[in-house]
Structure formats: structure tokens, C-alpha cells
């Protein structure tokens, strides 16, 4: 990949943090906000901060549910520097789903735990 200048989209995204942060190029953007974020990698966090530049009021917006994870990305967002403590919370109206789907899908999922986007579990209450 290095002889024919090629990266996966990984390294990728380490390196172009890395030129942001070596050329002090951090906190380009005073706000990110990020869709479907239980999709993200480590990686993409991290760029995502780089970006943002030091942790202010607003810096970054994500909506994520980790029940609805398509790719194997399991980001855990305080240990990529993304402090949630206290900041997060549940949106509790789904526009996308009846209250009929939501009860049948979560039978189905009986027994199966779902990360909180950091370091805890989601408890499907609320």
C-alpha cells in the first residue's frame, strides 16, 4: 500500500489527524455534529476531535443507538476523548418507528446486550 500511496480508510484517518495535530491545525471547526455515530471508529472519533480542536460548549453533537449498528465499529467515546459524563442523554420520541415495531424487534433481541456508546450498557428502559 506504501509503494503504490494507498491507505485503508483507518489509516487514513490516523494520519490526517496526525498532519492536523503536527501542523497545529486542531479546532478547525467550532461545532461538529455527527449522524448514526454508533457507526464511527475509534479512529473517526479521533479525528473528529482533532478537528474540533480542546473541549468547549457545543464542540460535538452525536446521535447514535447502538441497536441500530450495521458495521463492527464499537467505539467507546471516553476512551477516544469524547467526555459524555453528565453531557448525554436519551431522545425519547421515535419519528422512524411505531411503539407496535419497536415492542416486536426488542423481543426478538431478548437477551442481548447493547453497548451505551461509552462504557456502560443500555438498559432499553426509556
Same mark, same amino acid.
Given at each position: 500500500?506504501?509503494?503504490?500511496? &494507498?491507505? +485503508?480508510?483507518?489509516?487514513?484517518?490516523?494520519?490526517? $489527524? @496526525?498532519?492536523?495535530?503536527?501542523? @497545529?491545525?486542531?479546532? &478547525?471547526? !467550532? *461545532?461538529?455534529?455527527? +449522524?448514526?455515530? &454508533?457507526?464511527? *471508529?475509534? *479512529?473517526?472519533? $479521533?479525528?473528529?476531535?482533532?478537528?474540533?480542536? +480542546?473541549?468547549? &460548549?457545543? #464542540?460535538?453533537?452525536?446521535? %447514535?443507538?447502538?441497536?441500530?449498528?450495521?458495521?463492527?465499529? @464499537?467505539?467507546?467515546? *471516553?476512551?477516544? %476523548?469524547?467526555?459524555?459524563?453528565? $453531557?448525554?442523554?436519551? =431522545?425519547?420520541?421515535?419519528?422512524?418507528? !411505531?411503539?407496535?415495531? $419497536?415492542?416486536?424487534?426488542? %423481543?426478538? =433481541?431478548?437477551?442481548?446486550?447493547? #453497548? #451505551?456508546? +461509552?462504557?456502560?450498557? #443500555?438498559?432499553?428502559? %426509556?
Amino acid at each position: 500500500m506504501n509503494e503504490k500511496l &494507498q491507505r +485503508d480508510v483507518e489509516t487514513a484517518m490516523y494520519e490526517c $489527524r @496526525k498532519i492536523l495535530e503536527n501542523k @497545529k491545525l486542531t479546532g &478547525q471547526y !467550532t *461545532s461538529i455534529i455527527v +449522524d448514526e455515530g &454508533q457507526d464511527l *471508529s475509534p *479512529s473517526a472519533y $479521533r479525528l473528529l476531535i482533532a478537528l474540533a480542536g +480542546d473541549e468547549h &460548549q457545543n #464542540d460535538i453533537f452525536i446521535v %447514535g443507538d447502538s441497536h441500530q449498528r450495521i458495521y463492527r465499529n @464499537k467505539a467507546v467515546l *471516553s476512551k477516544c %476523548g469524547i467526555n459524555v459524563r453528565g $453531557r448525554s442523554s436519551y =431522545l425519547r420520541i421515535n419519528y422512524r418507528t !411505531t411503539e407496535e415495531i $419497536r415492542k416486536f424487534a426488542f %423481543g426478538l =433481541l431478548n437477551g442481548v446486550s447493547f #453497548d #451505551d456508546l +461509552d462504557e456502560d450498557y #443500555d438498559n432499553s428502559k %426509556g
